[in-house]
């Protein structure tokens, strides 16, 4: 018995908990209030799953409660004398939701994980999904469903519900195996010739035939082939022994003409006069004049430089010279911008004037700042006298209503006098800021023209020093001159000879050189010669091994061509040969094919009629059980005694729901009231349960008052209260039906929710 549930952010609730009963639990709401997520947090408590979910209609994610992360259900339940709990949750991710799963026993935790806590439920309960909404949980909202279904339906629905519907299926994919095996050994049979399997047989025979003789045949061609690049390999070591022989004599040869024809040219190049004592003297002469071209180029370059700083030093004085007269310049131009400015008058004199008009303008800011703290002081006293007062606010002088009356006139006559003075000030401070600003604008230029002056004239040097020293550098620039004259003649005459005695040095180098390289040529000669005696080298020999050797070369030319051709000749026919005796493998294969592909679908065809046989027997056992309970059922459900017994009648096409009256069988849907029809709907659902159910004893009804009128309601409402409990251990209803509460259901809730505000799902005991 499920004793309670809870339910945390599933769908809309969002912590809610439920107890249930033994007996008919009742939970009334109306649509969208949450009582379908009740039942569905059963099944996915004990599953892991629940029909929309199952059918793809809801994703994971979808069961948690907006904007929660994470939903969890608690399943409490007794069983043979435990207390077993279950607990689900699943859980947002990245991309999309996991679930994990435990389960206690007696407060022990015995297994965790989704799949293995649903195969312990399954094997604790006895019942799988499929079988627990089959016969327990059943999505269809009205209580005679299957009264309304036309036959055909009917027959697929009760089917289904009874697991009969698998026969069927399994019937029609077996028939559509049979039909595909026998097309495909029809395709196969049709494949097979005898008339070309003899043919196929002559063809193999005959090739088996040629292969034997072309590998006799290529085995003789080979060794023949062996012998002959033997011959060619002994006749390639001679000829390229010889070989060798003759490119090293050519070479020589070529060597010794070439050295020969070097020796004749350098001979006549010689100029036998000069010796090695002419060019050493030379050269020694050479390095002297050389040390004393480089002493004057030195001198040279020494009087450059000292030339090239005294007339550094000419510019700067003459640069000096030019700045001397700037300064000047400016002096007399700053003396003409000091008398404009100071016009007949002194420095002192302007100053003295600044400050006369800075301290008539102070006094004037200080009277207008008396002036105004006075008016402030008598607008505050002038504040205090009121209307009545008996003494004055300032010396405590008794007044009357004329003296407060004098007294204000003073008053305001002395502000209004503050208030022209104030006006009168004004006007002239303008004035005297200009004035000030002017004076203090003229005594910064007097002061910056008196300033750069004294700098000037400060800076300036006594006359004729700089013309002095101009022409003191002058003299020495000419002394330089005149000696870098002298040093340059000697400088070009020692060129000039250093010139033709590197010309002389050069050529008896060179004739020197030659010497030396006619000795190395003479001495490579002789070698020549000496090694060229040495080498024993006829050229008849050598073309008459050439020729044997392109001789044998030819004949393995044949014999390899002839080798190829057979071993191609020979790939070719074993290639045919292969194919042949492939097409006779899968000749041969087809054949075992059809007796096989026969054999199955005989095998098929008796497996086809058994699960026929089965069905029969096994609906016909179903409904004699299904009946046998209905009735017992039916005692128990219907209050008249106008029907004595109801059951299911089997046809080919349809299940056939029938009453008995006066000794005999009648359909049930054309004698039945509405009231009759819901009692035996009920007991046909129940009795479905106690059968395929027989040791859980639950069932859930969802929306069971569909098109039932009031008196139905009631009727069905006392039969789930006090008859249902006495067949099925516990059930569970949820209804929209306020009419089908009553008082002794085990337990009732009734379900709230405020779906605009997107509100929890709210709980009320009734």
Same mark, same amino acid.
């Given at each position: 018995? @499920? *004793? ?12 809610? *908990? ?96 989704? *799949? ?101 045949? #290529? ?47 350098? +001979? ?13 003297? +030379? ?14 180029? /030195?001198?040279?370059?020494? #009087? ?17 010279? /030019? ?7 400016? @002096? ?34 200080? %009277? ?7 008016? +402030? ?16 606010? #300032? ?20 502000? %209004?006098?503050?208030? $022209? ?8 401070? !303008? ?41 003191? @550098? ?38 020197? %050189? ?16 000496? =090694? ?20 044998? /070369? ?11 051709? *057979? ?24 054949? %075992? ?6 054999? #199955? ?37 219907? !209050? ?33 009231? $509405? ?17 395929? +159910? ?30 249902? !409990? ?35 799902? =709210?709980?009320?005991? @009734?």
């Amino acid at each position: 018995m @499920i *004793t309670s549930i809870r339910l945390i952010n599933w769908r809309s609730h969002k912590d809610t *908990t439920l107890e249930f009963g033994k007996g008919t639990n009742l939970l009334v709401g109306i649509m969208g209030a949450g009582k379908s997520a009740v039942l569905d947090g059963i099944s996915f408590a004990l599953f892991g799953t629940f029909p929309a979910l199952e059918r793809r209609r809801l994703k994971l994610e979808n069961i948690i409660r907006h904007n929660e992360d994470s939903a969890t259900v608690i399943l409490d339940m007794k069983w043979n004398g435990n207390i077993y709990r279950v607990e689900r949750k699943i859980k947002k991710a990245k991309t999309r939701a996991s679930s994990s799963s435990e389960i206690f026993r007696d407060g022990s935790l015995i297994d965790s994980g989704p *799949t293995a806590v649903t195969s312990y439920v399954e094997q604790l309960l006895g019942v799988d999904y499929d079988l627990f909404t089959r016969a327990i949980y059943s999505e269809q909202n009205n209580i005679d469903y299957f009264l309304t279904l036309d036959p055909r339906r009917r027959k697929e629905e009760i089917d289904r519900l009874l697991g009969l519907d698998r026969f069927g299926n399994a019937r029609a994919n077996i028939i559509s195996v049979i039909n595909r095996i026998e097309s495909n050994r029809k395709l196969l049979q049709e494949k097979y010739d005898l008339k070309l399997v003899v043919e196929i047989r002559e063809k193999l025979g005959k090739y088996e035939k040629d292969i034997l003789g072309l590998k006799s045949r #290529l085995e003789k061609v080979v060794a023949e082939y062996q012998e002959e690049s033997k011959k060619v390999k002994e006749s390639e070591m001679e000829y390229w022994s010889l070989r060798k022989k003759k490119e090293k004599y050519e070479n020589l040869i070529r060597e010794l003409t070439r050295t020969k024809g070097m020796i004749e040219s350098i +001979t006549g190049d010689i100029d036998p006069n000069v010796t090695g004592e002419l060019y050493n003297k +030379t050269k020694d002469e050479m390095e002297q004049l050389g040390r004393k071209l480089a002493e004057l180029e /030195k001198k040279s370059q020494a #009087l450059e430089t000292e030339k090239s700083r005294l007339s550094k030093g000419m510019g700067s004085l003459d640069a000096q010279l /030019k700045d001397e007269e700037d300064k000047k310049q400016r @002096i007399e131009k700053l003396g003409n911008a000091l008398k404009t400015l100071l016009a007949k008058k002194t420095a002192d004199e302007y100053q003295k004037e600044l400050k006369l008009l800075e301290e008539e303008s102070l006094k004037l800011n200080s %009277e207008r700042k008396a002036l105004e703290s006075e008016m +402030t002081e008598v607008k505050e006293f002038l504040g205090k006298i009121k209307p009545g007062m008996a003494n004055c606010p #300032l010396c405590g002088t008794r007044l009357d209503e004329k003296g407060i009356g004098h007294v204000k006139n003073e008053k305001n006559a002395l502000i %209004e006098k503050n208030r $022209g003075r104030i006006k009168n000030i004004d006007s002239k401070l !303008p004035e005297t800021k200009d004035k000030i600003d002017s004076l203090k604008t003229r005594l910064k230029k007097i002061e910056f023209a008196i300033e750069k002056r004294d700098g000037y004239e400060k800076e300036l040097k006594a006359p004729g020093e700089l013309e002095n020293e101009k022409k003191k @550098i002058g003299a020495e620039i000419s002394g330089i001159e005149k000696e870098t004259s002298i040093n340059g003649k000697e400088l070009v005459e020692k060129r000039g000879s250093s010139e033709k005695m590197a010309i002389m040095v050069e050529k008896y180098g060179r004739t020197m %050189e030659k010497k030396r390289s006619l000795a190395l040529l003479l001495e490579k000669e002789k070698g020549f010669e000496e =090694e060229k005696g040495k080498i024993k080298y006829d050229e008849k020999d050598y073309e008459k091994v050439r020729e044997t050797l392109e001789r044998v /070369k030819l004949k393995k030319q044949k014999k390899e061509s002839e080798k190829d051709a *057979t071993e191609k000749q020979l790939r070719m026919t074993q290639e045919m040969a292969d194919e042949l005796e492939k097409r006779m493998k899968e000749i041969k294969e087809n054949e %075992e094919t059809v007796t096989r592909l026969s054999k #199955l679908s005989e095998e098929l065809k008796i497996y086809r009629n058994a699960l026929l046989d089965t069905q029969v027997t096994l609906r016909k056992n179903l409904i004699e059980a299904i009946n046998a309970a209905m009735n017992e059922i039916w005692e128990i459900f219907y !209050p008249y005694r106008n029907y004595s017994a109801v059951r299911l009648e089997v046809t080919e096409k349809d299940y056939i729901f029938q009453v008995h009256e006066r000794g005999e069988w009648k359909s049930l849907e054309t004698v039945a009231s $509405g009231g009759e029809r819901a009692c035996a709907a009920l007991t046909l659902r129940v009795a479905l349960a106690t059968v395929l +159910t027989p040791n859980l004893s639950w069932l859930i009804l969802d929306e069971p008052t569909h098109n039932l009128d009031r008196e139905t309601i009631t009727l069905l409402s006392e039969t789930l209260q006090l008859k249902v !409990p006495q067949v099925v251990r516990q059930t569970f209803v949820i209804t929209h039906e306020e009419g089908l509460i009553g008082a002794d259901f085990a337990t009732s809730y009734r379900l709230k929710r405020t779906k605009e505000a997107d509100g929890p799902t =709210e709980i009320e005991n @009734i």
